[in-house]
C-alpha cells in the first residue's frame, strides 16, 4: 500500500439473505398456545420466569418451539429466553430429536442431613425399580431438613421417606404439594394483628419511635448476613424515591427451614412486618421471592394475599416472584436480578442494593424472618427481645436443628446459646447410639466445628475468628457414624452445582475442589492455595464460602487425614 495512501474503512460485500425474518420462528401452534397461557397478563420482561413457570406446569417440560413464541410474544430476542431458561435446574428444555421427560419426576434430596438419613440407599433403589414412565433425579436441598430422607413426588413432598412411601405417592392421584393450614387473614386480625401498622398510618405512632425501638432492640438480618435493621432502614430511607422492598424467601442453604416453618403457620405476622417496613422507608412496591420447591407455601400466599389486597387497597403493591431452583438466588443482588426476569448473576458491588437495586432503584432488601419479628418486638418493646440472649448476645435465633439428633425441627432459643445446650434443651440429646462427634453452625457454606468446640456461642460475630460462622443459624449435628470429609465432600458437590458460573475462581474452584476431595489422599498444600483464591476472587458469597468446609475439615478433624 502506498504510503500516501489514507487508510480509510474498506466496505465489505455480505451475503445477500431473503427478506423474511431471521432465526427459528414458532409456529402457529405455539404462539397460539402461548397466548393462551399467558392471557391478559402483561408481557413485561422481569415475568419472563413467571411465564416460563407457566409453559413448564402445562407441558412439563419447554420445547425451543415454545420458547420461540415466548420470545416473540414478549418481544425479547430467543437469545435472552434460552439463557435465563438454561439457567435454572427447575426448567427442562427439550431440543428438537431430544425426548420429552417422562411426566412425572421423583426428586430426591441428596444434601447433608438427607445423606445422613439414607438418601443414597432410596436412591439406587428407587432407580432400580422405576419404569419408563418415570423420572428419578438426584437434587440438592429441598428444604425439609428435620424429617429427612426427602423425596419429592411431582410436588408432594414424601418426608421420612421410604422406597414403599415414595411408590405409594407415585401411584396416587395427588401429587401437589398441600397448602398449609395457616393462621388466614380474619384469624390475624382477630388476634390483634395489623393493630401496629393502623397505628402508624393514623399517626398515633411515629416512625422515627419505631425504627429506634427496632434498633434497640438489636434486630439484625436473619438471612445470614446479620446487618442491624435500623441502619438499613435508615439507608434505604435517605435514598432518593420510588424505594422498593425485596422479601428473600429463597431459603437454599442446607440444613435451612425456618422461613418455612413460619410461612406454614402464621405469614401475615412477616406480611404486616413488610408493611410497617414499607411505610417506615416510603417504599412503593413489595417483591416477595419464594423458592420454587414451597409450591404449597406459594398457593397460601397467593390466597391470603387476595384477602389482603382487598382489605387494605391503599397498601403497596405486593408481587409475589417464583423462583425457579437456583441456591445462588439466595444472595441479594442475584436474587434481584431473578426478580428482574434475569439470570441469577450476581453483582459486582458498589453500588449497592440501598442505591441501586430493584430496577434501578433503590431497594429494601430483608429475609423473611427479620420482619417476622417486627410486630412482637414492637408490641412487647426492645427491652424484651434484647434480655432474651445469652452471654451478653442480644435477642431470639430461629434455629432449623437436623441431623442425629431425637429432636429436629425449628426451634426459637435464645441468642448465644450453645450447641450444646441447642441439642440438650431443644433437640432432645443425641439419638440412642450415637455421640456428638460435629455440627455445621451456618449449613453447608457455614463451615464445620468438632464436638470439642460444642460450647461455643451460636451468634453472629462469634464464630469467625474460628474459621465458620452461623449464618442463617441453619444447624446440622453429626456423630462417630459419619465422616467429616465425606460431609465436606457433600457440601462442596453441592457448590458445584450450584455455582452460577459467571465468575472463574467459583466455577473452576469447585469443580477442582470436588476433583481433589474425591481423592483418597488430600493435597493440601493445593486446597489451601485453591481455597485462598476461590476466598479472595470470586464475585459473592457463594465461592467465597465454598471453601469452609474443606478449610475445617482439616484444620479440626485431623484424625481422619493421618
Keep these: 500500500m502506498s504510503a500516501d495512501r489514507p487508510l480509510t474503512a474498506q466496505p465489505i460485500a455480505l451475503p445477500q439473505r431473503g427478506g423474511g425474518p431471521r432465526g427459528r420462528q414458532p409456529t402457529a401452534a405455539a404462539l397460539l398456545a402461548v397466548r393462551a397461557l399467558l392471557g391478559d397478563e402483561s408481557r413485561a420482561r422481569d415475568l419472563l420466569i413467571e411465564h416460563l413457570h407457566k409453559i413448564q406446569d402445562s407441558r412439563g417440560h419447554l420445547s425451543v418451539d415454545m420458547l420461540a413464541a415466548l420470545a416473540e410474544e414478549m418481544k425479547l430476542s430467543q437469545a435472552e429466553v434460552h439463557e435465563t431458561a438454561s439457567f435454572y435446574h427447575h426448567f427442562d ?51 425439609r431438613c428435620a424429617e429427612a430422607p426427602v423425596a419429592v413426588v411431582g410436588q408432594k413432598p414424601v418426608t421420612a421417606a421410604t422406597p414403599a412411601a415414595v411408590r405409594t405417592a407415585v401411584a396416587a392421584d395427588d401429587r401437589q404439594d398441600p397448602t398449609p393450614d395457616a393462621i388466614g387473614y380474619e384469624a390475624y386480625r382477630a388476634q390483634g394483628g395489623y393493630r401496629l401498622l393502623d397505628e402508624l398510618l393514623s399517626g398515633r405512632r411515629e416512625v422515627p419511635a419505631t425504627i429506634q425501638a427496632l434498633t434497640d432492640s438489636g434486630l439484625r438480618g436473619l438471612g445470614g448476613a446479620g446487618f442491624p435493621l435500623g441502619r438499613k432502614w435508615a439507608i434505604v430511607g435517605a435514598q432518593a424515591a420510588p424505594r422498593l422492598l425485596a422479601i428473600n424467601i429463597d431459603e437454599g442453604e442446607p440444613g435451612t427451614f425456618k422461613d418455612r416453618h413460619y410461612l406454614e403457620r402464621d405469614p401475615h405476622r412477616f406480611l404486616e412486618g413488610a408493611l410497617i417496613a414499607a411505610h417506615c422507608v416510603g417504599v412503593a412496591a413489595i417483591y416477595i421471592y419464594l423458592r420454587d420447591e414451597y409450591a404449597g407455601c406459594r398457593a397460601l400466599l397467593q390466597r391470603e394475599l387476595e384477602l389482603l389486597r382487598a382489605a387494605r387497597p391503599d397498601a403497596p403493591e405486593i408481587h409475589l416472584r417464583r423462583g425457579a431452583g437456583a441456591y445462588v438466588c439466595g444472595e441479594e443482588s442475584a436474587m434481584i436480578e431473578s426478580l428482574e426476569g434475569k439470570r441469577g448473576w450476581p453483582r459486582q458491588r458498589p453500588p449497592y442494593l440501598a442505591e441501586v437495586g430493584l430496577f434501578g432503584r433503590p431497594t429494601l432488601e430483608h429475609n423473611m424472618e427479620t420482619l417476622h419479628w417486627v410486630r412482637e418486638i414492637l ?26 439428633v431425637n429432636r429436629p425441627g425449628m426451634h426459637v432459643a435464645p441468642a448465644g446459646i450453645s450447641l450444646r445446650e441447642l441439642v440438650d434443651e431443644y433437640g432432645g440429646g443425641m439419638q440412642d447410639g450415637h455421640e456428638l462427634y460435629g455440627y455445621f453452625p451456618g449449613g453447608a457454606s457455614g463451615g464445620i466445628f468438632p464436638a470439642s468446640m ?19 443459624a441453619a444447624i446440622i449435628v453429626f456423630s462417630q457414624a459419619d465422616r467429616a470429609r465425606e460431609l465436606a465432600l457433600n457440601a462442596m458437590e453441592f457448590f458445584e452445582h450450584e455455582s452460577c458460573g459467571q465468575c472463574t475462581p467459583c466455577r473452576e474452584g469447585t469443580q477442582r475442589a470436588v476433583q481433589l476431595m474425591r481423592a483418597p489422599t488430600w493435597d493440601v498444600e493445593l486446597m489451601d492455595e485453591l481455597s485462598q483464591v476461590m476466598m479472595d476472587a470470586s464475585i459473592c458469597g457463594l465461592g467465597q464460602a465454598a471453601p469452609n468446609p474443606l478449610r475445617s475439615a482439616l484444620r479440626y478433624f485431623p484424625q481422619e487425614f493421618a
Design 379 to 404: 408490641e412487647r418493646g426492645a427491652d424484651w427481645f434484647a434480655a432474651q440472649g445469652r452471654r451478653g448476645r442480644k435477642g431470639l435465633r430461629s434455629f432449623s436443628l437436623s441431623g442425629r
Design 93 to 143: 428444555i427439550v431440543r428438537e430429536g431430544e425426548a420429552v421427560p417422562p411426566a412425572l419426576t421423583v426428586r430426591v434430596c441428596n444434601s447433608l442431613s438427607c445423606a445422613m438419613a439414607g438418601a443414597k440407599p432410596l436412591l439406587d433403589e428407587l432407580r432400580a425399580t422405576a419404569g419408563a414412565d418415570l423420572r428419578i433425579v438426584e437434587v440438592p436441598c429441598v428444604g
Design 454 to 472: 460444642a460450647d461455643l456461642p451460636l451468634d453472629f460475630d462469634t464464630l469467625q475468628p474460628h474459621g465458620c460462622f452461623i449464618g442463617s
